[in-house]
T-cell receptor, first 112, second 115 residues
Framework: EAQVTQNPRYLITVTGKKLTVTCSQNMNHEYMSWYRQDPGLGLRQIYY???????DKGDVPEGYKVSRKEKRNFPLILESPSPNQTSLYFC???????????FGEGSWLTVV | AQSVTQPDIHITVSEGASLELRCNYS??????LFWYVQSPGQGLQLLLK??????LVQGIKGFEAEFKRSQSSFNLRKPSVHWSDAAEYFCAVGKVGGSQGNLIFGKGTKLSVKP
């Protein structure tokens, strides 16, 4: 079954404590990206990756890092989380020549 | 810059009534357009998408959308709303120069359904 898997699904953490949200896809997709969803703002792209070792900033990259060492994985790293990064995060993947985007189920992150 | 506008933040309709959710985009060429639905506490589900061809697109759950280039619009419609359609709806456009996975989303329209 085609899947994009995010972990953790729910996390409460404290300001400044580094955390990583993992994302893995089983479809051999080249393209992966991260979005955050905030009330009244919709989804905004944080970072994206067009293939292994190729990443670029989206619309709201501040405070986040990513890496793409393997095709299937695209972790989102918050080096020093702050309360304004409290949000719902979605990972997505697709083929670059495809027309279907698969989203993970979302990760609820609260920074206190 | 590219943008997607959903003018209605919240809409309430009666069950059985028709529905139209508005979406306008800014883009020079023919865009890739999507509608997603998100039920409370849930992830995103793709309702339909438009890449090219027939401007009237059929989706799941009885939804359809029409691409109108002259109006830069991609409005979502359903002839008869069910209580289970209560959710938040997002219109999205593919970014210029990006793959289809590189999306700009509207801010969403929350749909409430009255019995």
């Amino acid at each position: 079954e085609a899947q994009v898997t995010q972990n953790p699904r729910y996390l409460i953490t404290v300001t400044g404590k580094k955390l990583t949200v993992t994302c893995s896809q089983n479809m051999n997709h080249e393209y992966m990206s991260w979005y955050r969803q905030d009330p009244g703002l919709g989804l905004r792209q944080i970072y994206y990756s067009m293939n292994v070792e190729v990443t670029d900033k989206g619309d709201v990259p501040e405070g986040y890092k990513v890496s793409r060492k393997e095709k299937r994985n695209f972790p989102l790293i918050l080096e020093s989380p702050s309360p304004n990064q409290t949000s719902l995060y979605f990972c997505a993947s697709s083929r670059t020549d495809g027309n279907t985007i698969y989203f993970g189920e979302g990760s609820w992150l609260t920074v206190v | 810059a590219q943008s997607v506008t959903q003018p209605d933040i919240h809409i309430t309709v009666s069950e059985g009534a028709s529905l139209e959710l508005r979406c306008n985009y800014s883009y020079g060429a023919t865009p890739y357009l999507f509608w997603y639905v998100q039920s409370p506490g849930q992830g995103l589900q793709l309702l339909l998408k438009y890449f090219s061809g027939d401007t009237l697109v059929q989706g799941i759950k009885g939804f359809e959308a029409e691409f109108k280039r002259s109006q830069s619009s991609f409005n979502l419609r359903k002839p008869s709303v069910h209580w289970s359609d209560a959710a938040e709806y997002f219109c999205a456009v593919g970014k210029v120069g990006g793959s289809q996975g590189n999306l700009i989303f509207g801010k969403g329209t929350k749909l409430s359904v009255k019995p």
